[in-house]
């Protein structure tokens, strides 16, 4: 790939080759409101591409055939078990696809039934303009990313 240098008053000005492999993600969460805060956070980072955001898993399935994702952010928070129900059953059908879960649950059993599930890591919905684009960079690396939130109590409790 070639790059640019240009001089001004001895001064060089770098571009480096753009990177065009996006990351492409989806969104799974039952409020629009949160997709699209979501979608506006991500839109800040041009390395990333939202393909979608959709209700469900059989709006995921619909998505796939047309189109390529990386990383699927979902929400988990269902009444009951279901949303680490839903986790299970997306790694079941969809192979190889990579899983943020989202989440409002600050307790550690639902990061760990969502590792143990397959995710590759967890985020607090309270903490996703902070922490979104990293942990999205984290999991396209194939890299477990776990909220500050939990990274923080575990600390404080290790310290006690």
């Known amino acids: 790939m070639f790059f640019n240098v240009f001089f001004l008053q001895e001064k060089s ?34 390395s990333i591409e939202v ?4 209700l469900d898993i059989s709006d995921i399935k619909k998505l796939l ?3 390529k994702i990386d990383i699927l952010l979902l929400d988990i928070s269902k009444p009951g078990n279901a949303g680490v ?7 079941i059908r969809i192979k190889g696809l990579k899983i943020l879960v989202l989440s409002m649950h600050n ?10 599930d ?12 902070a922490e979104l684009i ?9 890299s477990i990313y776990i909220s500050q ?4 109590k575990f600390k404080k409790k290790i310290k006690q």
């Not at 393909?51 to 959709?54: E, I, K, Q, T, Y």
């Not at 129900?85 to 790694?91: D, Q, R, T």
């Not at 995710?119 to 303009?129: E, Q, V």
């Open 51 to 54: 393909v979608g955001d959709v």
């Open 65 to 67: 055939t047309i189109q």
């Open 149 to 152: 939130f939990f990274l923080k």
């Open 13 to 46: 000005i770098y571009f480096p080759k753009l990177n065009l492999s996006m990351i492409k993600v989806a969104i799974m969460d039952e409020s629009v409101l949160i997709r699209a805060s979501i979608r506006q956070i991500l839109s800040e980072d041009n």
């Open 85 to 91: 129900s839903l986790l299970k059953e997306i790694n």
């Open 134 to 142: 990293d942990a999205v960079y984290k999991a396209s690396e194939g």
């Open 118 to 129: 397959g995710a590759l890591g967890y985020l607090m919905k309270s903490d996703l303009s």
């Open 107 to 116: 307790e550690y059993q639902f990061l760990a039934a969502s590792l143990k």
